[in-house]
Structure formats: C-alpha cells, structure tokens
C-alpha cells in the first residue's frame, strides 16, 4: 500500500493566523492519465468528513478561498491563510492514484491556541 | 440537491450479522460509484471499498477482502454493507460516500454515518 505520512499531526493555532499541513506519499501520485489524484479532507467534531481540495488544488465549491492546496509527486501542503474557527478539525489528504487500495493520511488535528 | 442517506445506529452481539444501508438523492444514482469508509473509535479513515451501481461492479480494498460484502440495489437507489458475522473490532463509524470515478478517490458528497456497536 502506499503510505501517506501528514505531519504535524497536532497544530495549534491563533485566530486569523496562517497554517500549513504537510502530506508525503511512499510513491508517486501521479496517474497514467496524467493526474495526481490527492485530496484534502475536512472533518469537523462530530461530523462526516467532506471534501475540500481535489486533484492537488482544485478548491471544491463553497471552500473558502482561504483553503489552498499545493504540491508534486510525492509532496502535498494545504494552506489555510487565515484561521478561523471554523476550521477546528482534522484534516487528512487522501491518495486516489494506486490501486486496488486507496489510502488516508493520519489526520492532523487544528486546534486554536 | 445530493444526498446520501444511511441507516441508524446498531447494537449487535458478536456473531451476528448487520447490514447497513445507503439511500442516494438528487442525482443519477446508477451514473456514479458508491464508496465505503471505516473510522474507528478516535482514529482516522481507512477505505473498505467501492461499487458501481449500474452493474454491480464491486472493488474492495485487500484489508477488507472477504471482511465484508458491498452491495447495491439501483431500483431503489441503495448501497449496503453487510457483515456475516461480527467481531467486536468491527465496532467503528461507517460513511458512504459518492465518487464520479473510480479513479481518483474524489469523494464529492457523504452520507451521515452509521455508527456500529458490537459488544456482548
């Protein structure tokens, strides 16, 4: 399987801060299409997960444009450029490119300082 | 509007057999593939495996492989995941989700979840 490594896993942050989570893939993401199927995942508390960034950085609809996503290969980032409340949860980047298993990262925890 | 509904929450002895269900809404429900996904008490995510409404064509991952059984009915546009017999490790929340491909893992859309508890 291929092993999504994020880190940190904890990131404490202040309101209206910047923050930054960092996802490493074992192999390369790239597919034999030509795309590097990552996503970025949001779960707030006590609620399902729900997509916010696809294919590296295509921001879902009615993601904040403070969301962003980056990366190449085998390294990933989501940027949050201002932290809001809001955004306390746990968010894991998710490979789509290797088959027959799909795999998540950890999960990193942001949390307000 | 989309929607992905599941079945309430169960309590089950170990040994018995569960399944759950998903109720897709607001699109074509034979068009896209149903994913499944395992989170376990304060862990993190782990994909069990995906199914094509339209034909049945079902994928699992291999730590999911014979563990469990995916199905769907489109007459009715519902998923299930069924156990034959559970353990109490089976214990963990359980989220369907919509995916436009089956390449790519972009799951656009999930249902609630389903939260299973095996314990005697």
């Known amino acids: 399987d291929v092993v999504m490594t994020q880190s940190p896993l904890s990131l404490p942050v202040t309101l209206g801060q910047p923050a930054s989570i960092s996802c490493r893939s074992s192999?390369?993401?790239?597919?034999?299409?030509?795309?590097?199927?990552l996503n970025w995942f949001q779960q707030r508390p006590g609620q399902s997960p729900r997509r916010l960034i696809y294919k590296v950085s295509n921001r879902d609809s009615g993601v904040p444009d403070r969301f962003s996503g980056s990366g190449s290969g085998t390294d990933f980032t989501l940027k949050i450029s201002r932290v809001e409340a809001e955004d306390v949860g746990v968010y894991y980047c998710?490979?789509?490119?290797?088959?027959?298993?799909?795999?998540f990262g950890q999960g990193t925890k942001v949390e307000i300082k | 509007e989309v929607q992905l509904v599941q079945s309430g929450a169960e309590v089950k002895k170990p040994g018995e057999s569960l399944k759950i269900s998903c109720k897709g809404s607001?699109?074509?429900?034979?068009?896209?593939?149903i994913g499944w996904v395992r989170q376990m008490p304060g862990k993190g995510l782990e994909w069990m495996g995906i199914i094509y409404p339209g034909d049945s064509d079902t994928r699992y991952s291999p730590s999911f492989q014979g563990q469990v059984t995916i199905s769907a009915d489109k007459s009715i546009s519902t998923a299930y995941l069924q156990w034959s017999s559970l353990k109490a490790s089976d214990t963990a929340m359980y989220y369907c989700a919509r995916h436009p491909s089956m390449v790519g893992g972009e799951a656009d859309y999930w249902g609630q979840g389903t939260l299973v508890t095996v314990s005697s």
């Open positions: 998710m490979q789509g490119t290797h088959w027959p298993s799909w795999t």
């Open positions: 192999q390369s993401l790239v597919y034999s299409d030509g795309n590097t199927y």
């Open positions: 607001g699109y074509s429900f034979t068009s896209y593939w």
